[in-house]
C-alpha cells in the first residue's frame, strides 16, 4: 500500500512515499519538456545548479512543497492541475 506522506522537518515540509516522489518527479520533467526548456534554462532562471534540476525530475531528491511550488510558478502550471495529473498517473 502506498500512501502520501507529508511531514515537516525544521520547518520544511516534504512530500513522502516512494511512489508519490516518484510521480511528481516525472510530472515535473513533463511540464518542463511541454514547455520545451532545457535543464539549462530552468537552472538559470531559479539560480541552481543543472544537477539538482536532473535529481528532482529523477526522484533521486525528495522535494519540498516549496521547490515544487516554486518550479511550478516558473513553469505557470496550476498546482492543483499539476497534483491532479500526479494522482491521476498513481492510478492508471
Same mark, same amino acid.
Not at 516525472?26 to 539538482?52: N, P, Y
Given at each position: 500500500?502506498?500512501?502520501?506522506?507529508i511531514?515537516?522537518?525544521?520547518?520544511?515540509?516534504?512530500?513522502?512515499?516512494?511512489?508519490?516522489?516518484?510521480? +511528481?518527479a =516525472?510530472? /515535473? *520533467?513533463?511540464?518542463? #519538456?511541454?514547455?520545451?526548456?532545457?535543464?539549462?534554462? !530552468?537552472?538559470?532562471?531559479?539560480?541552481?545548479?543543472?544537477?539538482?534540476?536532473r535529481?528532482?525530475?529523477s526522484?533521486?531528491?525528495?522535494?519540498?512543497?516549496?521547490? +515544487?511550488? =516554486?518550479? /511550478? *510558478?516558473?513553469?505557470? #502550471?496550476?498546482?492543483?492541475?499539476?497534483?491532479?495529473? !500526479?494522482?491521476?498517473?498513481?492510478?492508471?
Open positions: 500500500v502506498d500512501f502520501v506522506q511531514c515537516t522537518y525544521n520547518g520544511i515540509i516534504k512530500l513522502g512515499g516512494e511512489r508519490v516522489n516518484y510521480r +511528481v =516525472k510530472e /515535473l *520533467k513533463a511540464e518542463r #519538456v511541454r514547455r520545451d526548456l532545457s535543464i539549462v534554462d !530552468v537552472t538559470k532562471a531559479l539560480e541552481t545548479c543543472g544537477e539538482t534540476i535529481r528532482y525530475e526522484g533521486t531528491y525528495t522535494l519540498t512543497i516549496e521547490k +515544487v511550488e =516554486k518550479l /511550478l *510558478k516558473f513553469y505557470n #502550471v496550476d498546482p492543483s492541475i499539476f497534483f491532479r495529473n !500526479v494522482c491521476g498517473e498513481m492510478h492508471d
